[in-house]
């Protein structure tokens, strides 16, 4: 049950005082002082990439429209979403780093399970906020070049004018709380905890969110990269429990550092919880070593939080790369679903 009223009062919140935007939960402001610290403190070592297996999606499949919600996972925070006849994409990041230039940054330990050219009409792109690893100039680049106008950009406040400039008309630019309607289903920007920027120059100048997609039988929550806060107990007092989350589960070490905009796998089963979701799938893990932790802790640390709260695992699937996964419409909160189980 969406909550109008209230999402109508929380979008006539002010969330950029003098200029630049700011968490609804306060956050340590973490400059270049403690990133030297990190790097210091961690010696400039990495963990190691690891090769993770890559499931090669069936084109076959993703040809047909999907009568139930389907996933795909392409890598990072890139989710191939297909429900009915809509194809949407997350948080596009096709290149093999994740940076301003292409000859450094975080590479690829596993390429992406799909390639633009091998994508299916996309009819919608969900943007979180304008990270290189959640915004890929050559990606968005490319999508515009194959599909142009047949894509609708949904983007939060400021990320809309960076897409304009790429030659994109399609643009739905919301703030927090805002909403779209988008055919047969309702777009609305969520807040979460994180930050914005692409240069030294432009912090918080942007917005970033989640996305909630809302079907007359179906919802879907992205949350883009966000730390924890009460605000998901606050937007589902806004907008009800959601049938599927992507979470993310990685880039969360040190927790000093880390804490306060990326969420580590226990909390991902609290928002999970918070969100009273149905199903969730994570993801921001695997593709790019971006922090300390080794790359196949996420989904160990997860297994042992849903463990610890009680919580089969078939309702938090840890997708492989390049793995489609299709849910119900319909079940309990208290079911597994056999697509989950194999």
Same mark, same amino acid.
Request: proline content about 11%; overall charge neutral.
């Given at each position: 049950?969406?909550?109008?009223?209230?999402?109508?009062?929380?979008?006539? %919140?002010? =969330? %950029?005082?003098?200029?630049?935007?700011?968490?609804?939960?306060?956050?340590? !402001?973490?400059?270049?002082?403690?990133?030297?610290?990190?790097?210091?403190?961690?010696?400039?070592?990495?963990?190691?990439?690891?090769?993770?297996?890559?499931?090669?999606? !069936?084109?076959?499949?993703? *040809?047909?429209?999907?009568?139930?919600?389907?996933?795909?996972?392409?890598?990072?925070?890139?989710?191939?979403?297909?429900?009915?006849?809509?194809?949407?994409?997350?948080?596009?990041?096709?290149?093999?780093?994740?940076?301003?230039?292409?000859?450094?940054?975080?590479?690829?330990?596993?390429?992406?399970?799909?390639?633009? !050219?091998?994508?299916?009409?996309?009819? *919608?792109?969900?943007?979180?906020?304008?990270?290189? !690893?959640?915004?890929?100039? *050559? *990606?968005?680049?490319?999508?515009? /070049? %194959?599909?142009?106008?047949?894509?609708?950009?949904?983007?939060?406040?400021?990320?809309?004018?960076?897409?304009? /400039?790429?030659?994109? =008309?399609?643009?739905?630019? /919301?703030?927090?709380?805002?909403?779209?309607?988008?055919?047969?289903?309702?777009?609305?920007?969520?807040?979460?905890?994180?930050?914005?920027?692409?240069?030294?120059?432009?912090?918080?100048?942007?917005?970033?969110?989640?996305? /909630?997609?809302?079907?007359?039988?179906?919802?879907?929550?992205?949350?883009?990269?966000?730390?924890?806060?009460?605000?998901?107990?606050?937007?589902?007092?806004?907008?009800?429990?959601?049938?599927?989350?992507?979470?993310?589960?990685?880039?969360?070490?040190?927790?000093?550092?880390?804490?306060?905009?990326?969420?580590?796998?226990?909390? &991902?089963?609290?928002?999970?919880?918070?969100?009273?979701?149905?199903?969730?799938?994570?993801?921001?893990?695997?593709?790019?070593?971006?922090?300390?932790?080794?790359?196949?802790?996420?989904?160990?640390?997860?297994?042992?939080?849903? &463990? =610890?709260?009680?919580?089969?695992?078939?309702?938090?699937?840890?997708?492989?790369?390049?793995?489609?996964?299709?849910?119900?419409?319909?079940?309990?909160?208290?079911?597994?679903?056999?697509?989950?189980?194999?």
């Amino acid at each position: 049950m969406i909550d109008w009223s209230l999402l109508e009062q929380w979008a006539r %919140r002010d =969330t %950029r005082p003098r200029g630049r935007f700011r968490n609804l939960y306060p956050t340590p !402001d973490h400059g270049l002082a403690e990133l030297l610290r990190w790097q210091r403190e961690s010696r400039g070592r990495f963990p190691p990439r690891l090769p993770f297996p890559l499931q090669r999606p !069936d084109p076959a499949l993703l *040809a047909r429209p999907a009568p139930q919600p389907r996933f795909t996972w392409i890598g990072h925070s890139t989710y191939l979403i297909q429900y009915r006849n809509w194809n949407l994409l997350t948080d596009p990041v096709f290149s093999e780093r994740c940076s301003p230039v292409s000859f450094a940054g975080p590479k690829r330990a596993v390429p992406p399970a799909l390639t633009i !050219d091998a994508l299916p009409p996309i009819h *919608a792109v969900l943007v979180s906020h304008n990270h290189y !690893d959640h915004l890929d100039r *050559a *990606a968005v680049d490319a999508l515009q /070049r %194959r599909f142009g106008d047949h894509i609708t950009w949904f983007a939060p406040t400021g990320v809309g004018a960076w897409l304009r /400039r790429r030659g994109i =008309t399609e643009v739905v630019e /919301r703030g927090w709380w805002q909403h779209a309607d988008w055919h047969d289903a309702q777009a609305f920007c969520l807040p979460t905890q994180h930050f914005s920027g692409r240069g030294p120059g432009d912090r918080n100048t942007t917005l970033w969110c989640g996305w /909630r997609l809302q079907w007359p039988d179906f919802s879907l929550f992205f949350a883009g990269d966000t730390g924890y806060a009460p605000l998901f107990q606050d937007i589902h007092k806004a907008v009800g429990p959601v049938d599927t989350a992507l979470l993310p589960i990685g880039a969360y070490l040190p927790r000093w550092f880390m804490a306060p905009v990326h969420i580590n796998p226990e909390e &991902a089963v609290r928002i999970h919880q918070d969100l009273q979701a149905r199903h969730s799938l994570a993801m921001h893990w695997g593709t790019f070593v971006l922090t300390d932790e080794p790359m196949d802790e996420p989904p160990q640390l997860l297994a042992r939080a849903l &463990a =610890t709260r009680g919580i089969p695992a078939g309702q938090f699937r840890v997708p492989a790369h390049g793995e489609t996964v299709t849910l119900p419409l319909h079940d309990t909160v208290a079911a597994v679903d056999p697509v989950l189980q194999s």
